[in-house]
Structures are given as C-alpha cells and as structure tokens.
C-alpha cells in the first residue's frame, strides 16, 4: 500500500531562514505528488503539486519542491521564511488508479520565530 | 468563482445519535471526496463521489456513508455515533477526482460527547 512519511512533526525556523519540510512516499510507480497547507480552524489550501511535467515544481508564496525518483522525496522548501508561513503543512500521494484518493503524511507543524 | 462549502461548521452530538453533514463543490466540479482528520490518526479518506455514484471508499466502518445528487452537493452521514468520530471532517471537490487538484472546504468540527 502506498504510504508517505514526513520527517519531523515540528520544524522550527527563525524569521529569514531557509525552510525545508521532507516528504517521502512509497511507490514503485511514482505518483502525483502535491504539497497542502492548513492555517489553524480552516481546510487544506493547496501549495504546488508535482505531474511528472517537470522535477521542479514552484507553487504559491514561494514555496517549491524537487522530485527526486531516486530517493522517492518530494521535500518543500522556501528560501526565506515570513511569519506568516507558520502553519501545519501536508504531504500527500495520489495514485491514477485510486480516484478521489490522497493518501497524507502525518504533516509537520512550521514554526517561524521572530 | 465560490469556494467549497461545508454545513454545519460546528456539531455536537451525543453517543448513539446519528449526523448528517454537508458539502456544496466549486461549480462544474464532479468528484467529491471525503476526509476525516483527527490529532492522532491524521487525515484519513472516507469516500468520493462521482457523478452520484461512489467510485472510492477508504477504510471505515459501515456507519459511515455518503451520498451524491444531480448538481453534485454531497452528503456524509454516520449513525450511531461513537466518541472516536469526533473530528474534523473535511470535503473536497475537483473537476475528475483524477491526479487534479482538489480544492478543500473548511470543514465541519464534530464533537461527540
């Protein structure tokens, strides 16, 4: 069964700093990828999503991530991070076969310190 | 062009009871899937409706259900309520339910007491 894991409940970054949230999948075909984040009592709001078009995918804010077949990573990175990106951010997979279906990492919780 | 909507916001309800939730799509979108999320489980795959069929459904108990109409508005449903529902359901809807974006409403907070 394909699964996705995330590395880190808990990041936390200063103001400026580089973020780097890591995500890995299982899946002997790769599928498509897409990164959400959640703002606190809202629903999931979609950052960028991976469809084998190009290994770099730039989405929203800022934030992008690099398709990595080899080591099966789809890890989001930003730069430079702004308060305001504090936030839980979600992983997750979906397979062609498997319609309406995202399969979620258990997503990591962003903090950004002044 | 409206979000995806989802009635009620807040619920409480007592063991035993039986809910009933709501989920209006982006127009023109067709797929309609359904999630739960809680702190200890994450976010978990319930169903996803189709053109009014279930094409979908994850691995939950038979007390949840769901249903889809003509112009696409979805309902899920669960009966006899257990303390371990409560949670934040959430529904999103995209255009197939195919490898395409799939555009979150707010979700509706259940807490079963």
């Known amino acids: 069964a394909q699964s996705v894991t995330q590395l880190g409940s808990h990041v936390s970054v200063s103001e400026g700093a580089l973020v780097l949230l890591r995500c890995n999948y299982s899946?002997?075909?790769?599928?498509?990828l897409f990164w959400y984040v959640q703002y606190p009592n809202q629903g999931l709001q979609l950052l960028l999503k991976y469809t084998s078009a190009a290994t770099l995918v730039k989405g929203i804010n800022g934030f992008e991530a690099e398709f990595k077949k080899s080591e099966t990573s789809f890890h989001l990175t930003k730069p430079s991070a702004h308060m305001s990106d504090a936030a839980e951010y979600f992983c997750a997979v979906q397979m062609t076969s498997n319609t309406g279906k995202l399969i979620f990492g258990q997503g990591t919780t962003l903090q950004v310190k002044p | 062009k409206a979000g995806v909507t989802q009635t009620p916001r807040y619920l409480i309800k007592t063991r035993g009871q039986q809910v009933t939730l709501s989920c209006s799509p982006i127009s023109g979108h067709r797929s309609v899937s359904w999630y739960q999320q809680t702190p200890g489980q994450g976010l978990q795959f319930l169903f996803e409706?189709?053109?009014?069929?279930?094409?979908n459904k994850g691995n939950f108990p038979g007390r949840f259900s769901g249903r889809q109409f003509s112009n696409s508005r979805s309902e899920m449903n669960v009966s006899t309520l257990e303390l371990g529902d409560s949670a934040l359901y959430l529904c999103?809807?995209?255009?197939?339910?195919?490898?395409?974006?799939?555009?979150f409403g707010p979700g509706t907070r259940l807490t079963v007491l």
């Open positions: 999103a809807s995209s255009t197939t339910g195919i490898n395409d974006e799939q555009f």
């Open positions: 899946s002997s075909v790769p599928p498509y």
């Open positions: 409706y189709f053109s009014e069929t279930q094409r």
